[in-house]
């Protein structure tokens, strides 16, 4: 009998320890998804951020690129202009010389 009593004590002990871990895992787990929880919203706060810096990216890209269009006609233009002086100043020699 002692050694019924002697094995079922020692069941209980082990199915003390085993609830024990088992609460213990519960809490781990949960702190374990609060975790997870907060990192897929920074995650998310990230991405959101980082689609951002994108587009300012993008415009600014395009700010740069319409300037050095901008500056690629202004001295296209420039010489469109020297062109028409020199033609304005050959036909103003023509015409003094007569």
Same mark, same amino acid.
């Given at each position: 009998?002692?050694?019924?009593?002697?094995?079922?004590?020692?069941?209980?002990?082990?199915?003390?320890?085993? *609830?024990?871990?088992?609460?213990?895992?519960?809490? /781990?787990?949960?702190?374990?998804?609060?975790?997870?929880?907060?990192?897929?919203? /920074?995650?998310?706060?990230?991405?959101?951020? *980082?689609?951002?810096?994108?587009?300012?990216?993008?415009?600014?890209?395009?700010?740069?690129?319409?300037?050095?269009?901008?500056?690629?006609?202004?001295?296209?233009?420039?010489?469109?202009? /020297?062109?028409?002086?020199?033609?304005? /100043?050959?036909?103003?020699?023509?015409?003094?010389?007569?």
């Amino acid at each position: 009998m002692t050694n019924i009593n002697s094995n079922i004590e020692s069941l209980q002990n082990k199915l003390q320890l085993l *609830i024990s871990k088992y609460k213990q895992l519960q809490e /781990d787990n949960a702190k374990l998804q609060e975790t997870i929880e907060a990192l897929e919203a /920074d995650q998310k706060e990230k991405r959101i951020h *980082i689609f951002q810096l994108e587009q300012k990216l993008t415009a600014a890209q395009s700010a740069i690129h319409q300037t050095e269009r901008e500056e690629e006609e202004k001295h296209l233009m420039q010489k469109k202009i /020297d062109s028409y002086i020199k033609e304005i /100043d050959k036909c103003l020699a023509l015409l003094h010389a007569q």
